[in-house]
């Protein structure tokens, strides 16, 4: 009898097809960028529904970001059509840690404290607020004991899963001494106020298999088969995690990618990868060689970089997609001069000016930049044209103070327990609660063991609290109380609710009455947040939601550029790349380059490797030779992965004007040779006395930016180049 024809197969390689079919057992998919190693294990997915190995209920997926778990939901439901009811388990570690952890709260605690199921997530913001109090709780200098240091400690033994309890002597002792015991305020802290961070998600949960038995058998008998993409990024706590789970049906299949491992810094571990066969005993490894996704300049430009470093694992890639254009390299006078340029570059693709790539849609066109805060110059600069753009995987929009204080709102209606939230908009907009009122407030509050608000009821019962404040603080704890009980009830629609709070506490009236200019963008962003709810079920859902994705909502604009940080952009194609800011001390960071040792360097450039390998049909490298860095002007070198890319498959751009359109100096490679070669030569040619030179010197001081000492200027060739030179 003839197999039924599988149409979800169709088109996948045979090594692909291996990975798709080997359902039983520990299989570990190990290949290189855009081999399919997701599209395989999306496939897997359909194939494990379709051959009714499980139901959806019994598979779980854990993808690294919320936006790669969404587009495989999609991938998922095309495959299927219509034909399986019900979702997987898909998710991050941290969202599917969030709903195991709900069902279960109460089993995480400390002696007589516990977590509730209705627990908040706290972001950066309030870890740190919340550190900073507990370290003057000890009279500890601020200054040298800074909370941020603290918080980033905490973190890194929230990765390794180290609680209170099983923290190393060693390591206890870390900030003087203070570490153990601020740790262990610190949970019990979280505990009160009914609340977890973010590394708490993930070590909760193994605290709560590793305690309770009976809780993980029911976790490892449900879950028949587990996948687990971009696997070479999984720290220690996400390791163990996924080992407890997967100890039932040990049905395990990672995919990864040992050259894309780039969150080392954050704990990191690509030795899980390297151990899976031992770990995993008669583990099937399979690998993947053809690249659909780039064209073959592009796959050579990405090999050639990440042939420098060591102890790779190495991997063959080849691909039969048609030539394309080489990587284009570019240098700017400084970090506006690189947006104006890119700004431009973008209409001209949009506008399908770009014979070779015909039009293009904004969404196609994506900016990578290495640290978040060079997207403010882009930002400013598309705003300025009105080019629409997105900000992805960023807290950008959700940082914003308007909405952090409409979210307090939300959070203490919710959960009214959140003493942190209660802190933020307790006298925001002004009630006339002071410092001394808020001290009596918290003083009633540790007296009596309540929280916050409970206290702000009995200071006001036991007159703590008088005049105006007393009156607005009454009718605040009233009104909450109505929200709160609102936020409970179901019949209650939550966006009608959200909007209530936000207009019976006066807090819209307080943007609507102010006269700074930012005002009606402000008010503009909580409509925005207003409609950002009509998502979600409830306020719980969206409160979870933004802690977990602070994603930006994408909105319903048609087209629009999206800019993300590398780190965000793991997993995502587009068909046109920009990268920019290669240079020294920005990308490689200035942390790695200080590093003894390659570690550090070897992660950047890995995280090079990502940015490239995102581009299927052109990838755009630039840097400028000045940029404001934390208010002060610096110049810099062209990046030394500039120096490492294969100059037969990098074309060498020269900024059009060169001082007509505003672009300066910068430009330091001479036709595909080694930037630092260039720069030598420049310098030595006598170019003080040049008229180049001399217009980039007015150039300069008209922009206020540093004097180059040695401005290794080549006037005489007749597309002239520039290197920067040292700072004076
Ligand atoms: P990364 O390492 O960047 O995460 P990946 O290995 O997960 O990459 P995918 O994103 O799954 O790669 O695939 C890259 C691109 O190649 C996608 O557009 C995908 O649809 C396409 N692709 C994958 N396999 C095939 C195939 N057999 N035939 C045609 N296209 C394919
Ligand atoms: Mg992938």
Redesign the pocket.
Known sequence: MAARPLPYLE???PA?RAAVEALEGPVLLL????????????TRIAHLLMQGKARPGQILAVTFTNKAAREMKDRIARLLGETVEGMPWLGTFHSISVKILRRHAELIGNGDLHLKPSFTILDTDDQIRLMKQLIQAENLDEKRWPARQLAGLIDGWKNRCLTPANLPRGESAAFDGWGGKLYAAYQDRLLTLNAVDFGDLLMHCVTLFQAHPDVLRGWQDRFRYILV??YQDTNVAQYMWLRLLAQGHRNICC?G?DD?SIYGWRGAEVGNILRFEKDFPGAQVIR?E????STPQILAAASGLIATNQGRLGKTLWTDAEPGEPVRLIGHWDSEAEARWIGEEIEAFHGGHRASVGRTSLNDIAILVRASHQMRAFEDRFMSIGLPYRVIGGPRFYERAEIRDAMAYFRLAVSPADDLAFERIANTPKRGLGEKGLQAIQAMARARGLSLLEGTVAALTAGDLSGKAAANMRQFTESMGRWHADALDDRVNHVELAERILDESGYTAMWQNDKSPDAPGRLDNLKELVKALEEFENLQGFLEHVALVMDRDEGEAAEQVSIMTLHAA????FPIVFLPGWEDGLFPSQRAMDENGTKGLEEERRLAY?GI??A?RLATISFAGNRRLYGQWQSSLPSRFVDELPPEHVEVLTPPGLYGGGYGAAMAFAGGGPVNALHERAAKADVYNSPGWKRMQQRASERKAPVHRTPVVIDAEPAARFAVGDRV
Not at 35 to 42: D, N, V, Y
Not at 290 to 293: A, G, K, T, V
């Open positions: 088109g996948l390689n692909q290949a290189g960028a855009g081999t399919g190693k997701t599209r395989a294990l999306t993409d971009e995919v990618d894309q993947l053809q690249n659909y996704r793991k997993g995502l194609e990502v390998t995102r299927e």
